[in-house]
């Protein structure tokens, strides 16, 4: 399983009073992660989710370890940890050109269109690289 | 018709660092007058999406007359100055004290679940003050 | 160390397409938590950053049981689960009614104007219950 | 004075529970285009601050003529309409392939480092296209 970049531009709007990224920020810069790490594998978020599997966020984690400030070209790390039928754990790195700025993780539930909890269908498990008998 | 006050605490997720609120959150306090304007009028906007009656922003505009800073207790007025069976005009004057921080409005078409334009059912007019000759 | 507990009502801007809350908008309502346990205990934030005194977030989790969603009254219980003079944990209780939604916590380093780690001024450690031997 | 185009992809924090965009995410998007338009007038902002030039929003408008929605590749028309030593009108275009989903402006009050009004210097005329008559 290969670890996919991205990257992105710090936002005046992501700034705080403090003259650095606010933090709940990171969070959504690992959506964005995600979705890519995903692109690069030829999936689309969106259509996966058309097709009735979402991925919920049932925990998430942030280390915070150098600020990010406004204009910073941010590039975002994605991996799994762990997958299966059930379950998905993502980590991220996320860096300033060389600088770590700061490590997380997101934990997800697959879910039908009805939020609830589901098995993730044998067409998506590749995707996870989640073996015959990992399921 | 009446204006209808609320309050809110400006957050520090809201400030820039500019050190005052990123423009863009107004248009979210707007929302939260609007909402509270329904509210005020025993109507409840979730109750009213619920049944198929959507409220969707076609245009918005802000004047920025003096900065909003964390913690600040900002006070929203809110008043609609136009309706008819497809559209709604919300005008706000957000405050600090007695100061005027900006004054804005939102203009709104009513959609049904398909988010398609549709004339307001008459069982909501009366909230919006639209008589049977404006219909 | 008393828990304290302060409530918001869920923004229509902080919900996602999925019909819930997006995850990040708690690490926000667990700013607001915090800061109002500080006004709880006498302490204005935003003074206490005039001050001088920071608390930048270092690490933040939250671990999400039940999603809000639109217009729920959400209620906030927040503690402090350990504090020394460079650091301090909030834990965080997120419900809807009697519903637990999620739990989460942040760990803070005390910084000065410049972003520096600082030990806590002596006038802040009775905030946090810091007592002498702790020093 | 040119138009500069740029782009981006939507994400999913940026949606709301009607599946659409939230609207006062087209203000951050427009801060994104204008930021990009000095970049490719090579002009970075960041430097532009640092050096005691803030530009401050006092006006800001859009109307909404179609809606994003998550994943879409947008891009974002810049351009300026009005420039004079103290203030700048930015216009923007903001479109889904060909398909214009908004329409918009920002007028903005050139400030020094206290956030008082000042006339812009004389070294960033030129970028904003105000010659020695409009001084």
């Keep these: 399983m290969q670890a996919f ?7 005046y709007s992501e700034t705080d009073q403090m003259g650095v990224v606010y933090h709940s920020n990171y969070l959504i810069w690992m959506e964005v992660g995600r979705i890519e790490w995903c692109r690069a594998r030829a999936v ?16 998430a ?15 975002i790390r994605t991996n799994i940890a762990s ?8 980590e991220y790195e996320i860096r300033c050109g060389r600088r770590l700025l700061a490590t997380g ?4 539930l697959f879910l039908n269109r009805e939020l609830r909890p589901t098995p ?16």
């Design 5 to 11: 970049e991205t990257s992105l531009r710090v936002r």
């Design 44 to 59: 689309n978020y969106r259509e996966m989710e058309a097709d009735g599997v979402l991925l919920a966020v049932v925990e």
């Design 61 to 75: 984690g942030c280390r915070y370890l150098a600020p990010a400030r406004y204009d910073d070209e941010i590039s």
């Design 83 to 90: 997958a299966n039928r059930r379950m998905v754990r993502f």
């Design 105 to 108: 993780f997101t934990r997800h």
């Design 120 to 135: 993730l269908p044998a067409r998506y498990q590749e995707l996870f690289a989640i073996g015959a008998t990992a399921s």
